[in-house]
């Protein structure tokens, strides 16, 4: 690599990015903006994994809307039935972004979100067995199908965190060199190590992520945000962990709006992660009715112990919700702020105290965590 190579680096990476969304209103929710519990989630595009968690979520309101599945309560949180549907529409979004998540104009980015895709994908699902083979779909014609798996599907190297003002403003934001120490080299004088992304590339030309010039490889890390149907903030959350990001993103999201858990009962709850071979491990701790459950729905599942659970993600919460006491109607809401660190990792939740601007004094909460393991 010679300097020249790098010559367009900085203007490439100024780029701004516009975020992808999926209005979730399914699952007892609704879009009414004043009364509706339904949500917008926000995710990183292409390049980015975050479409993932929005094909998920949009497959689970296609599922819903066949009538294969009910409207979960909160006492279905984590049972056979209610995992199923997720692992179910985790398969499918990953068979299809394993294949169409690349650089923009390469893959085929939103339109993996269209109804009608999402429609046709939902066929696939069976709400009595686990899918037996898997194929991308083609919301665009491109190529042939090539197995490509990422040295990100293990990993730990990255950190998330997230900051809020007392204002409702509000700051979700992750990094990550990739594989420990990147490509373990470090420039003369500067004391950090290159990152190393373009592990992701894939090295065959007909597949939409292959390597080329001025090109990002798939990328993993996603911060998350999610907004009300009226455009106020609901949450800025993340989930560490390579491949297992939009599954988190996923499980700790439902998990509030379905299982009514606050951010660190939702953190705290044990997770299943689909494998690079879309095989489920589940958690230890979670129920056995659930492991035997999802056994008889005929998924091979692997239960996974002690500190290998890193593997299911490390994530981090800032919740913002209005008091319950203040009018529907009135002018001025009060912000009542909840937050959660994840339990898998070294990380923390607090409030950074009031923060005098000019003749202002606002007061903030600063979310951080590290992605070694605990």
């Given amino acids: 690599m010679e300097m020249e190579d ?181 420039p003369a004088d500067c004391g950090f190590t290159l990152q190393n992304r373009g592990s992701a590339f894939s090295l065959d030309s007909n597949h939409p992520n292959s390597i080329a010039p001025r090109k990002r490889p798939y990328h993993t890390i996603i911060p998350g945000m999610v907004t009300n149907m009226d455009g106020s903030l609901h949450s800025a959350f993340g989930v560490m962990g390579g491949f297992m990001q939009p599954q988190g993103h996923v499980q700790v999201l439902l998990g509030q709006l379905i299982g009514r858990l606050n951010p660190q009962q939702a953190l705290d709850a044990p997770r299943i992660s689909v494998n690079e071979n879309l095989d489920v491990d589940v958690e230890e701790g979670m129920p056995e009715a659930t492991i035997q459950g999802l056994r008889d729905l005929k998924h091979t599942v692997t239960v996974v112990k002690g500190r290998a659970r890193g ?21 001025t809401r009060t912000l009542i702020w909840s937050a959660g660190s994840d339990l898998r990792a070294d990380g923390a939740v607090y409030p950074a105290g009031p923060v005098r601007q000019g003749k202002e004094q606002q007061s903030s909460i600063f979310s951080y965590l590290f992605s070694r393991p605990k």
Wanted: proline share 5%; glycine share 10%; with cysteine.
């Fill in 6 to 186: 790098l010559a367009e680096h900085s203007k490439d990476s100024k780029q701004e990015v516009t975020p992808i969304s999926l209005k979730f209103t399914a699952q007892g929710l609704d879009d009414d903006p004043k009364r509706g519990r339904g949500v917008e989630v926000w995710e990183h595009p292409p390049n980015g994994q975050g479409i993932i968690a929005l094909m998920a979520l949009g497959l689970m309101q296609q599922f819903q809307a066949a009538d294969k599945i009910k409207v979960f309560g909160p006492e279905d949180f984590n049972s056979a039935e209610y995992l199923h549907a997720i692992i179910e529409a985790l398969r499918i979004s990953f068979s299809d972004g394993r294949w169409w998540v690349a650089d923009y104009g390469s893959g085929a980015g939103p339109d993996l979100l269209q109804d009608e895709y999402l429609k046709k994908r939902a066929e696939l699902f069976d709400n009595t067995k686990a899918i037996d083979k898997f194929d991308h779909g083609e919301p665009v014609q491109r190529g042939k199908p090539v197995q490509f798996q990422s040295p990100a599907l293990q990993s730990c190297d990255t950190v998330y965190f997230a900051v809020a003002d007392g204002q409702g403003n509000v700051a979700s934001f992750i990094n990550s060199n990739f594989s420990g120490f990147g490509t373990a080299i470090i």
């Fill in 311 to 331: 593997m299911f993600g490390r994530g981090q919460i800032i919740r913002c919700s209005i008091d319950p006491v203040d009018p529907v109607d009135a002018q």
